[in-house]
């Protein structure tokens, strides 16, 4: 970590829980319209993967957002980069609400994600400067709970919205939201990168700083395993709610009942990574479990849609497994990835959002270009399992210790 960081850790509860209404922006943006993607397909005349491309823009949105705020945010501080930040995320919220076509809401995703990327990166960097590794682990895990309101409410939210007004209000409330958090930053925000410590800002020290970064091949191998996870995650937010609906029967409604149960399951997956943390498991060995866990539930399914036809009861409990066992994963893998960062805590937490993303919105395009099917969901999600497993499991114990030290 951050061998400059504050002495005394000052993420406070009211800072806690900012940062985790910042990060929780993009989260919202993608689970909030979930339960309208089958409207915002009819509304505009065009099938199901052209719909599921709105997330894979989004991702990429905020793949590019992210490397562009890194630098910024080590010249300029934590501080005035994010705002800026939310507010080009509330102008990308207000267009996609007067969206009259997919090509311009396709626009205005980008442009909301691009907003979305500064509540990403300049979290992490701020509990970077503030925290040593053990501490962030456990406040980027708190994070993540924190955060995980955001898909059991914003699913249930948005179809309410959808019901009684359609799916423009939904991006109108997104845009309220972001005002919100705009405010509350500005009074609250602090900037936790000390003058001294900033850095110029010209294309040379930039690149140079990136790679740096991209030569570290600890670094290199958790950001890569992150973003074939966040890969997963996000098929699953594209397909679940088509799964659901036409294959299952489920109104919009009772989606977002499933898709709120399951995200539980993640703010119960991330509690119990916190739990193993606190009696000394290491975040590496709690990250690899839930990697395998969540590899073989969706192999478990997979194996039963391909060759029976599950209840949507056992698809929805062993879904529900796959998806819980991303709480052992994302904390960890993140405060594992940031503890190769050194003294360039902002450009490495861009980088490792470009990656985490680019890799994310190559898998859910690719996902929503192959045969739709009840199959297509845990085949992806056993896939993407197995391959964050084996990633990371190049890297070798003894290798990583020095630097969680």
Known sequence: MNANRVAAPSVGLALLLLLALLTALDAMAIDMYLPGMPALAADFGVDAGRIQQTLSIFLAGLAIGQGLYGPLLDRFGRRLPLLLGIGVFVLGSVLAALASSVEWLLAARFLQALGAAAGLVSPRAIVADLCDMKESASIFSLLMQVMMI??????????????????????????????????????????????????????????????????????????????????????????????????????????????????????????????????????????????????????????????????????????????????????????????CAGRQVGVASALMGVLHYLVAAVIGYAVSLAPQGASTLPIAIALCGGAALLISLQVSQPRHAPMAA
């Open 150 to 339: 955001a898909p059991i409410v914003a699913p249930l939210l948005g179809g309410y919205l959808l019901e009684h007004g359609g799916w423009r209000f939904i991006f109108w409330t997104l845009a309220v939201m972001g005002t919100i958090g705009l405010i509350w930053g500005w009074r609250l925000l602090p900037d936790s990168l000390p003058v001294d410590q900033r850095v110029a800002l010209n294309m040379g020290s930039i690149w140079r700083a990136y790679g740096r970064q991209l030569r570290h091949i600890t670094f290199l191998l958790y950001a890569l395993a992150g973003g074939v996870i966040l890969g997963s995650l996000f098929t699953y937010i594209s397909a679940s709610a088509f799964v659901f609906t036409e294959y299952y029967g489920l109104t919009p409604t009772q989606f977002s009942y499933v898709f709120a149960a399951n995200s539980v399951a993640l703010v119960l997956g991330g509690a119990l990574s916190n739990q193993l943390l606190k009696r000394g498991v290491e975040a590496r060995n709690a990250m690899l479990v839930g990697m395998a866990l969540h590899g073989l539930a969706g192999a478990l399914l997979a194996g039963l849609t391909l060759f029976g036809e599950p209840t949507l009861l056992l698809y929805s409990a062993l879904l529900a497994v796959a998806v819980g066992a991303l709480g052992l994963i994302f904390g960890n893998v993140t405060a594992l990835t940031m503890a």
